[in-house]
């Protein structure tokens, strides 16, 4: 596969973290979705992948926006504990709130968020679902 297929579509944990930075989460699979401490997010399961099993995003896939008044439902939370600026990629460190767990996400070196503050967590795109083989294009 081209080099951005086999980024975004690891066969297994080691590959996707030879491969760059991952967030590899346990998750509860089923009809093309993946239950997990960021919630339910969509997958790219070329088969109806079911039970329980390992998804990977990679940091730029999460996005932060500052958490408002009240919480939204089904939204996840988290708190930055570390920011690490690099000019056009930084590096954003959040406790998640729902489970005891940190997430690493790269943003942009505008507007990064202050250590403390609260941040709702967003995911772009679909998870890998590691371990499934995805149709590759002719």
């Known amino acids: 596969g ?3 297929q086999i980024y975004l579509n ?3 944990a080691g590959a996707a ?3 760059g930075d991952a967030i590899i989460l346990p998750a509860v699979l089923g009809g093309g979705w993946a239950d997990c401490a960021l919630g339910r997010v969509a997958t790219d399961a070329a088969s109806e992948a079911a039970g329980s ?8 896939q999460l996005r932060l926006t500052a958490a ?3 919480d939204e439902p089904g939204a ?3 708190q930055v504990t570390r920011v690490e600026f690099g000019g056009t990629v930084c590096k954003i460190h959040v406790a998640l709130e729902a489970t ?5 996400v790269k943003s ?7 250590i403390g503050e609260r941040m709702r967590i967003a995911v772009l795109g679909r998870a890998h679902v590691l371990g499934e083989r995805l149709p590759t294009a002719e």
């Not at 099993?53 to 730029?60: A, K, T, Y």
Request: overall charge neutral; aromatic content about 6%; charged content about 25%.
């Open 17 to 19: 973290s030879f491969l």
């Open 100 to 104: 005891p767990r940190l997430l690493m």
């Open 108 to 114: 942009a070196g505008i507007e990064l968020p202050q």
């Open 2 to 4: 081209t080099p951005r």
């Open 53 to 60: 099993g390992e998804i990977v995003l990679r940091p730029e």
């Open 10 to 12: 690891p066969r297994d």
């Open 68 to 70: 408002g008044a009240g």
């Open 76 to 78: 996840h939370y988290g």
